[in-house]
C-alpha cells in the first residue's frame, strides 16, 4: 500500500537534552555499573555516564520521555540519594546541598563512625594483651560477653550503614561493596554467637573478626576519601573562581569614586557596566570602558605574569584586577563566559570514560555476583573435600587465620576472607581518579583535556598535521611586492622609466628573505616590507582595486592587502557584486571595472591568459615562500600580489620536540606547494610531510585519507575554518579556542594565547598537553593493572590456595585490611601525577 503525499505525516524529531544528577550512595565500580544500568533502563534515557570520584551521572535523554527529577526519584528510591543540578540560580531548592557541602557532611559522618570503631578495636585490642604476653588477663575486658557485646556495638553503631546499604543493594539485585562486607561481618558475628550460645559444638568465637573488620574498612575509607579530595582539589578550586557578587553601575561616564551597587553575579545582564576594585575578581566576561588595570589571567593561561588592561581590552570572569579600579560592559554572563565553559568542559571530561575502562566496567557489573559464587564455593569445598584430603590445615599455628580445629569454621572464615578481601572500589576508581587529576592539572595550566577516550587516543597518536596560516604562522600576513603587468606596467614605465615588473630580482628577494628567516623575531620578511611609491600610479591603482574588492573580508590575505591600502593612504573605490569561491579567489565590479584576484587555477578558469614571464616572476616569489595573488582587471592580468606570514616564534622548538617525542609532524595548507616547502624547510619539517594547494573542504578528505593509511592522526587547527579537519581526525587540538566549533569538535583546546606569552605560550602548550595526557592515561593503565592484579592474586589467597602447601591463610581482618589498603593505593597513584608532573619538561 503507497502513502500519498498528501497524506504523509511528518514524524517530530524528538528533542534531546543533556543532564547532569548528583548522585550518592556509590562505593564501587559495581555501584557506577548499577546505576548506569538503571539509568539506561528508563524509558527516553539514550545514554548515561557516572563517575564514581566526582559523584556525578551525565545523562542525554529525550525531553518528551524523561525528565531530571523523574530519574533523580528512581535513583534514589533503588539506594543511590540524587538530586538534579540546575545550570540556573534560583532553580535549586535551598535546602539541597551542593556536592562540596554533600561531601563535607560525609566525611564528618564518617569520622565521627571511625572514631567509634576505633575505640572499640583498642577495648577488643586490650583485652587480648593476656594472650599475647602470657600474663595475668585483665578482668571484664577479657570475657567472652564483652567482646559479644563490642562486636554487637560495632555492628549497631558504624556498621549499620554499611550492613543497610548492602542489603539495600541485594534486594534491588545490585549488590556492591557493602553486600560484601555485610555478609562476611554478619557470617562472623552469627557463627560466634552460635559458638557461644551453643558450646556442644565446640566451636570458636571470633568476636574480634567484625570488629577489626569494621576498624580497618572505615579507616581504609576515610584514607581513600582524603585522598579523592585531594585529587578533585583542582577541580573544587576552579569552582571557587566563580565570583558570587558584582558592583553595578550606570551606563554614563561614571566617576572614580563610584563603587555601586552590590547584586548577585546571577542577575547581572549583558550590556550592563560593572566596577571592579584593585583584589577583586572579574564578576563577568566583558570589555574595559574606563580606567586602567593590570589583571592577573594565570587561571585562565597559566601565564603568571599579569597583563595591562586599557579601554576596549576584553577581561574574563574569575580573573583577579590588581592594581586599578576599572569599569567594563558585560558581554557574556551566567553559563556562556569562558569561566563556566571551562568548568563544564572539565566536568565533562571527568565523566568520559577511555575504551580502556570498559573491560574493567564489564568486570564490575558482574564482580561482586562472581566474588558470592567463589566464596561459596570456597566454603563447600574446605567443608565437604578440603579439610579432608589435608587434615593438617586444621590448627595450623604459623596460618594468619588462627586455630581452628572445626572443618566448618575454617570453611567460614576461608569465605568470610573472600567476601571482604575481594574489592571492586578499585576497579572503580582506576580511571577516574586519575582523569579527575589529570584534567584539572592541565585546566590549570590552560589545557583543556575532554576525557579519558582522548587520553587514549593521544597515547596512540603517531602523525601530527598542523594548519598553517595562524597556527604555525602568525596568521597575519604582510604585503611584500606589487608587480604591474602589460598595460599597468607601460603605465608605470612612462611616469618612472622603470619596469614595473622588476621591483625585486630573484636573488635579492631571495636574500631577503632568507636573511629575516635568520632573524626570525624581525617583524617581516623583506625589508623594506613594501617597495611601492606613492608617485607610481600602476601599483597603487592595483593595490587600490584589490582593496575595494576585498573590503569586508575576513580572509587573511585580504585583510592584508585591506592594511597595506590604508598604510598607502588610497582612497576606497566603491565596489559591488562580490563573489567568493571558497579557497580559490574573489570577483567584484570595482569603479565599473571587473576585478579578478586569486590564485593562478581560479584565473585560469575565468578565461584570463597567464605568460610564461608572469609565471616565472610568480615562481620566483614563491620560491622564496610567498603566497602570490594574481590580480585581472576586465579579463586581462594587471599584476601580482605577494604576502608573507611569518612564523611564530616557538613553531620550530615545538615542532623538533614533537619530533623527538617519536612523532611525526605534517604540514597542511592552501598555500602554493613551492611557498609551503620553504615554510616547512624552516620549521625542521620533511617537505615530502607538506600537504599543499588543499582547499578548506578538502583538509577533512585529507585527515581522512592519512588514516585510511593507518595513521593515527592528531590536527593542530584554530578551531574555526578547521572544523570539519578537527572533528575529522583521531584528536583535534584548538589553539587558543573559546568558540563553540572548538567546544564541539577539538579533543584538546588550549587556552593560553601566544601573544601573552611569546616565549613559553602557544604552540609548545601543545607539547605539553601531549606529555600529560600520555602520563595520565600511563596512570589509568597503572592502576587498572594494581586493580585487576589485587583481585587476581588476592583472592584465590583469600580461599585459601596456599594453606594446604604453606600453612598460610588470612583471616577476615587481615583481608578487610587489604581491601582497603588496594583502594588507597589506586587513589595514591593518581596523586603521584601531580607531584611528579613539571610544567617545564612533563614527567
Not at 556492591?176 to 566451636?203: I, R
Not at 599597468?488 to 630580482?505: P, Q, R
Not at 632568507?514 to 623583506?526: D, K, P, R, V, Y
Request: proline letters at 5%; hydrophobic letters at 45%.
Amino acid at each position: 500500500m503507497q502513502i500519498s503525499p498528501e497524506k504523509a505525516v511528518d514524524i517530530p524529531t524528538p528533542t534531546i537534552e543533556q543532564m547532569t544528577l548528583d548522585v550518592g550512595g556509590m562505593k564501587c565500580a559495581g555501584c557506577v555499573s548499577a546505576v548506569e544500568r538503571q539509568l539506561k533502563q528508563q524509558p527516553g534515557v539514550i545514554s548515561a555516564q557516572v563517575n564514581l570520584v566526582t559523584e556525578v551521572a551525565v545523562v542525554e535523554y529525550e525531553v518528551s520521555q524523561a525528565d531530571p527529577a523523574t530519574l533523580a526519584e528512581k535513583l534514589t528510591a533503588t539506594g543511590f540519594p540524587s538530586q538534579p543540578r540546575y545550570s540556573q540560580a534560583g532553580e535549586t531548592s535551598e535546602e539541597r546541598l551542593t556536592p562540596t557541602q554533600r561531601h563535607e557532611q560525609e566525611a564528618r559522618e564518617q569520622l565521627q563512625q571511625l572514631i567509634i570503631a576505633s575505640v572499640l578495636v583498642i577495648l577488643s585490642t586490650i583485652g587480648h594483651i593476656g594472650h599475647w604476653f602470657n600474663g595475668p588477663m585483665l578482668p571484664v575486658f577479657s570475657t567472652i560477653w564483652f567482646h559479644w557485646g563490642l562486636a554487637t556495638l560495632a555492628l549497631l553503631g558504624p556498621g549499620r550503614p554499611i550492613i543497610s546499604d548492602g542489603w539495600r543493594g541485594l534486594r534491588h539485585q545490585t549488590p556492591n561493596m557493602n553486600t560484601l562486607v555485610g555478609l562476611g561481618t554478619l557470617a562472623a558475628y552469627w557463627a560466634s554467637c552460635a559458638a557461644l550460645l551453643f558450646p556442644q559444638l565446640g566451636w570458636e568465637c571470633f568476636f574480634d573478626e567484625p570488629v577489626m573488620l569494621l576498624g580497618f574498612i572505615l579507616l581504609g575509607r576515610t584514607l581513600e576519601q582524603r585522598a579523592r579530595r585531594q585529587a578533585s582539589a583542582a577541580y573544587e578550586s576552579l569552582l571557587a573562581l566563580k565570583p558570587k557578587v558584582a558592583r553595578l553601575i550606570g551606563k554614563s561616564t561614571p566617576t572614580a569614586t563610584e563603587l555601586g551597587i552590590e547584586i548577585p553575579v546571577e542577575q547581572v545582564r549583558v550590556g550592563e557596566w560593572l566596577r571592579v576594585l584593585p583584589g577583586e575578581k572579574i564578576p563577568v566576561d566583558g570589555e574595559v570602558v574606563t580606567g586602567q588595570s593590570s589583571v592577573d589571567e594565570s587561571m585562565l593561561t597559566g601565564e603568571p605574569l599579569p597583563v595591562l588592561k586599557q579601554p576596549g581590552d576584553p577581561v574574563t570572569a574569575g580573573t583577579l584586577n590588581q592594581s586599578g579600579a576599572i569599569a567594563i560592559q558585560a558581554t557574556r554572563i551566567g553559563q556562556e563566559t569562558t569561566l563556566a565553559q571551562i568548568v563544564a568542559l572539565v566536568e565533562e571530561a571527568q565523566t568520559r570514560k577511555a575504551p580502556v575502562q570498559n573491560l574493567a566496567d564489564k568486570v564490575a557489573g558482574y564482580f561482586t555476583y562472581g566474588v558470592l559464587t567463589i566464596a561459596t564455593f570456597t566454603f563447600l569445598f574446605w567443608e565437604l573435600v578440603g579439610t579432608k584430603i589435608w587434615t593438617q590445615v586444621l590448627g595450623e599455628g604459623d596460618s594468619l587465620i588462627g586455630d581452628s580445629t572445626s572443618p566448618l569454621l575454617l570453611s567460614l572464615k576461608l569465605a568470610i576472607a573472600v567476601l571482604v578481601i575481594a574489592c571492586p572500589c578499585a576497579l572503580g576508581l582506576a580511571t577516574p581518579t586519575a582523569i579527575l587529576v589529570g584534567t584539572s592539572l592541565g585546566a590549570e595550566r590552560g589545557l583543556l583535556i575532554k576525557g579519558g577516550d582522548i587520553l587514549e587516543r593521544v597515547h596512540q597518536l603517531d602523525t601530527i598535521v598542523f594548519d598553517k596560516t595562524g597556527t604555525l604562522t602568525q596568521g597575519k600576513p604582510t604585503v611584500t611586492d606589487c608587480l604591474s603587468i602589460g598595460e599597468w606596467a607601460e603605465e608605470e614605465d612612462g611616469e618612472t622609466g622603470g619596469t614595473g615588473a622588476e621591483v625585486y630580482s630573484e636573488s635579492s628577494v631571495r636574500a631577503g628573505f632568507e636573511q629575516s628567516l635568520s632573524s626570525i623575531a624581525g617583524a617581516n620578511f623583506l625589508n623594506p616590507p613594501l617597495q611601492t611609491n606613492n608617485g607610481i600610479s600602476g601599483n597603487s591603482k592595483l593595490l587600490q582595486l584589490a582593496a575595494a574588492a576585498e573590503r569586508g573580508t575576513t580572509h587573511p590575505l585580504g585583510e592584508a592587502i585591506c592594511t597595506a591600502a590604508a598604510q598607502q593612504e588610497l582612497p576606497l573605490l566603491a565596489a559591488k557584486d562580490f563573489y567568493t569561491e571558497a579557497g580559490l579567489g574573489i570577483s567584484a565590479l570595482v569603479d565599473n571595472q571587473s576585478v579578478l584576484l586569486g590564485n593562478e587555477d581560479w584565473l585560469r578558469q575565468q578565461g584570463v591568459t597567464i605568460s610564461d614571464t608572469t609565471q616565472a616572476q610568480a615562481q620566483t616569489l614563491a620560491a622564496v615562500g610567498k603566497t602570490v595573488v594574481y590580480l585581472a582587471v576586465d579579463g586581462e592580468l594587471a599584476g601580482l600580489i605577494a604576502l608573507t606570514d611569518l612564523p611564530k616564534p616557538d613553531a620550530k622548538t615545538t615542532v623538533e620536540q614533537l619530533q623527538a617525542m617519536g612523532l611525526r609532524v605534517m604540514l597542511l595548507t592552501g598555500d602554493q606547494p613551492n611557498a609551503a616547502v620553504k615554510v616547512a624547510q624552516h620549521l625542521a619539517i620533511d617537505p615530502a610531510n607538506v600537504m599543499a594547494g588543499i582547499r578548506p573542504d578538502g583538509k577533512a578528505a585529507a585527515i581522512a585519507q592519512l588514516q585510511t593509511q593507518g595513521n593515527c592522526i592528531a590536527m593542530v587547527g584554530d578551531g574555526i575554518n578547521d572544523g570539519p579537519a578537527l572533528a575529522q581526525a583521531d584528536v583535534g587540538i584548538a589553539l587558543q579556542a573559546g568558540t563553540d566549533v572548538a567546544r564541539e569538535t577539538a579533543g584538546i583546546i588550549l587556552m593560553q594565547p601566544s601573544a601573552n606569552s611569546p616565549q613559553a605560550g602557544g604552540l609548545l602548550d601543545i607539547v605539553q598537553a601531549i606529555q600529560l595526557s600520555r602520563a595520565t592515561f600511563n596512570k589509568i593503565r597503572q592502576n587498572l593493572f594494581w586493580a585487576l592484579g589485587y583481585n587476581t592474586l588476592g583472592i584465590p589467597v583469600a580461599a585459601g590456595v596456599l594453606l594446604p602447601g604453606f600453612g598460610i591463610a588470612l583471616n577476615p581482618a587481615v583481608a578487610g585490611a587489604l581491601m582497603a589498603f588496594s583502594s588507597v593505593t589506586v587513589v595514591s597513584n593518581s596523586l603521584l601525577l601531580r607531584r611528579g608532573w613539571n610544567s617545564d619538561n612533563g614527567v
